[in-house]
């Protein structure tokens, strides 16, 4: 089950790292700055793990969406070895294709020495439980298409998570990973205190956050991205958080409709999207004459 229908190929970054890249998705992982620094700017930082998890007895629980080829997931788990503290990771993928590739070409991925052992063992039995320096680490896998109904369940009914590293391709490449029904379906998962950060930024994906019933912030710079996208359940986890000029410019994109079934057109948006998001809590506050905005 999982294994490999895919093609994969190790690229070299410009700080001469290598990134997996899938070949029939012609996607790389993480196709500017490695996956170290992308992991930092895009997830950990702008959801503010670090502070979170001290506030939380040392234990959170984190869902990795697209293991891939488990950059996401090890460098977490390298950036807080050195607390004693507790993380509970679900990660969810498809395929393992990317994590074998990987770890058959492990002297290009430096980030996976030393877990090699608990690598094989959670994508034999897709559980492990291990000690890496001072982080305690229980890691789930959650083998499967993530789009398909009710396939969170189990590791919903297991652990909601604090905060969710949302990373399966893009948009373009795997629309359904990104429809409103996806992030509905995500929302109803989440305790009252939960973030999701993400490497896109389209106005599209923003929309169809807030539509979900997150508030909606500015993520990291990473390369040449000036800025990323994170997102929260309540708005005091995440800054700042998009305002008046964010509505302007949505107001006028050319991509700003949630894709809602398949296959999707992009499109302005709606008058009704823009109605849902003039009455979104995260715009309540903020002073702009929706008559002059309103899209035709
Ligand atoms: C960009 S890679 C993830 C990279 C990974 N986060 C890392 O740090 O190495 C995207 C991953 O999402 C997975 N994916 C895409 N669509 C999916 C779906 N519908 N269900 C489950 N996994 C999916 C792909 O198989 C791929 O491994």
Not at 184 to 210: D, E, F, G, I, N
Not at 243 to 250: D, F, I, N, T
Request: charged share 20%.
């Amino acid at each position: 089950m999982g294994q490999p229908s895919e093609s994969y190929s190790a690229v070299q970054l410009a700080d001469g790292s290598y990134s997996v890249r899938s070949e029939v998705h012609q996607e790389t992982f993480h196709p500017v700055v490695g996956s170290k620094v992308e992991a930092r700017c895009v997830y950990f930082d702008p959801m503010r793990l670090e502070q979170r998890w001290g506030s939380r007895c040392n234990e959170l629980c984190v869902w990795d969406v697209g293991l891939g080829s488990a950059g996401n997931a090890l460098h977490l788990m390298r950036a807080h070895e050195k607390t004693p503290r507790k993380l509970r990771l679900h990660s969810f993928d498809k395929t393992l294709g990317g994590l074998r590739f990987a770890l058959d070409h492990a002297e290009k991925f430096p980030y996976l020495h030393g877990f090699e052992r608990p690598l094989e063992t959670l994508m034999q039995e897709s559980e492990v439980h291990f000690q890496w320096q001072h982080l305690e680490v229980h890691w789930k896998l959650h083998l499967g298409d993530l789009s398909q109904k009710g396939f969170m369940a189990p590791a919903h009914a297991s652990a909601r998570p604090d905060a969710i590293l949302y990373d399966p391709y893009s948009p373009a490449k795997n629309p359904e990973m990104w429809s409103l029904g996806m992030f509905q379906s995500l929302a109803t998962c989440l305790p009252t205190s939960a973030t999701l950060a993400t490497y896109s930024r389209s106005t599209s994906v923003r929309v169809t956050l807030l539509l979900a019933g997150f508030v909606v912030g500015k993520g990291g710079q990473v390369g040449e991205k000036e800025e990323t996208t994170v997102a929260a359940t309540t708005a005091t986890l995440i800054s700042p958080l998009l305002g008046a000029e964010w509505l302007r410019r949505a107001s006028r994109s050319t991509n700003a409709e949630p894709i809602r079934t398949l296959p999707h057109q992009r499109s302005s948006m709606t008058h009704t999207t823009w109605q849902a998001l003039l009455e979104h809590p995260q715009f309540q506050d903020i002073s702009l004459d929706p008559r002059l905005l309103r899209p035709s």
